[in-house]
């Protein structure tokens, strides 16, 4: 290798390789402990990226919530859910409430924290202990450190003040959902905006239990029992 490199042609090949093909090819050869580095360096990788797009994204948001406004923060929220036929978060075909769960937590599970699912004769709770990214901004110190946080009421706040930035898409998705199917079919419940605890998601086996106030807070109304 020449005094001039850093890397030799083999290490710049390794450096290139997806760590998922070099975990399954230690797996393959029986090397567990290689494999378990290699999963933890994968996590690693991965957590990196998602924290990274996390606050790019609250950075985008507070940039145009200082500039324009409460109001051009939903629009692009809104835009942003929608745009080419709902390719952000493409609605699945199946409509049954077990494969709704199902993607559901496939979905969360990306955010790289434990989920708890609980079930009883009303609803279905998906809690993530803490929140993979709504509330790991907030630990992480992201709004001390500048992200915006929106100080009034509004509809994409649920109508709560100093509610964080990043945590609008939650009250936008669920305005979508109601425009778009006539429904709220899942329901986040929070409390205390800047420190809610953990989040939840509640699914309703029946549409018609949701409480009235899931709908208010988002300035909508609820539809009459059919």
Known sequence: MSGNRLFSDEELQEMGRRTL????EAIQKGDKEKAKELVNRMYEEFNHLHDGYMFWVTGLQTYIYHNYGIDAVEKAEREAHTIEGKTVF?????????????????????????LTIEEDDEK??????????????IEKGGYEAGLAIVKDPHRITWGMKDFPMYCVHCPVMEML?????GDLHRVHLVSEPRRHGFCHF?????????????????????PAEK
């Open 21 to 24: 093909d070099v975990a399954q």
């Open 90 to 114: 493409k609605p699945s075909k199946e409509t049954d409430m077990r494969s709704r769960i199902i993607r559901m937590c496939k979905g969360l599970r990306g955010h790289l924290q434990p």
């Open 124 to 137: 279905i709770v998906i809690t993530m202990k803490p929140c993979g990214s709504g509330e790991r901004i």
């Open 177 to 181: 959902d109601i425009e778009n199917t």
């Open 202 to 222: 509640a699914f309703y086996k029946d549409l018609a239990k949701i409480p009235a106030k899931y709908y208010e807070r988002l300035g909508k109304q609820k």
